[in-house]
DNA sequence: TACCAGTTGAGAACGACTCTCATTATCTAC
DNA sequence: GTAGATAATGAGAGTCGTTCTCAACTGGTA
């Protein structure tokens, strides 16, 4: 009935989580896409979209949308931190803040919902951004693969 | 050269920022786009598309990820604040919950990053959908528009 | 009035993602 | 081992949100 009611961790969906816990960029997913097929050449697309699906879903990943535009970023880090966003290039660094709990209490009591998290986004310029000329649109250019 | 260097404020922009005003629920593009046809009728996605963009970068107005899957959300309320987000049903509510500055400061000096803002997202379920059943799946059932 | 930058709508194009379905792999008895 | 059931897979089509292109139009301005 529901999917991933008993999940395999079949030598495909190894690849992808492996590829995942070996990136600390927050991968989009046709990012791991790219990454996954140095491993396992003949996975599909789809392959991937449902792992990453199934992944975030059994907790062993985070789906993050850091504002940078359409697509979502994957996150193989799934213990509670907050993100700082490059608004030039999008680049996104863990960190953590330590929001007070107290803070979080008070929208339990004024709101009624029931709270099961947050997430936290710090906007800024990395210190490429801040070097560079700004154009005012996205710059990924500093971003090139270190090969 | 830039866009929107010299943005008139024409009546089809005029209706778009009007609806955006009028609309405390963080419309989705496409949302924006049905209500702003009702008093100008012939007006075309693109223009839609096209004004939401303007008033973002004019300040006018906020373009929220709220993690509810796809589409953008816009948002005329450009003071700052956070957002309370209801996993099932996708329905974002303003809260600010006054984010100590220390905690930011802390995360310029501890990453070079210059911080330009940010955005406290807490995730949690609305009193509609505590009540009914869960399902696991996105339910909006209840959000039906109120005539 | 004529000019011209800015604006518009239609539709094509695009990119991210999901669905469908026939094939293949894996698990669980025997 | 084998057989049968169930889950996973890849290719490709489809969907959806958004952007692009371009010819026509509009509204200030000289």
Redesign the pocket.
């Known amino acids: 009935m529901s999917?991933?009611?008993?999940?395999?961790l079949?030598?495909?969906?190894r690849a992808v989580l492996d590829v995942l816990r070996a990136s600390p960029d927050h991968p989009?997913?046709?990012e791991v896409y790219d990454r996954v097929r140095e491993t396992?050449p003949?996975?599909?697309?789809?392959?991937?979209?449902?792992?990453?699906?199934?992944l975030v879903s059994t907790g062993q990943a985070l789906e993050l949308n850091l504002g940078d535009?359409?697509?979502?970023r994957y996150d193989a880090n799934v213990t509670r931190h907050d993100h700082l966003v490059c608004e030039r290039c999008g680049r996104a660094v863990d960190v953590d803040l330590g929001v007070p709990a107290a803070l979080v209490d008070a929208v339990t009591r004024t709101t009624s919902f029931t709270i099961t998290g947050y997430d936290l986004q710090v906007r800024g310029l990395c210190p490429h951004c801040q070097a560079s000329p700004g154009t005012g649109h996205p710059d990924p250019g500093h971003l090139e693969k270190e090969h």
Do not use: E, F, K
């Open positions: 999917p991933y009611a008993h999940p395999r079949t030598p495909r969906r989009t997913a046709s396992a003949g996975i599909g697309a789809a392959t991937v979209y449902r792992t990453l699906g199934m535009g359409v697509s979502a």
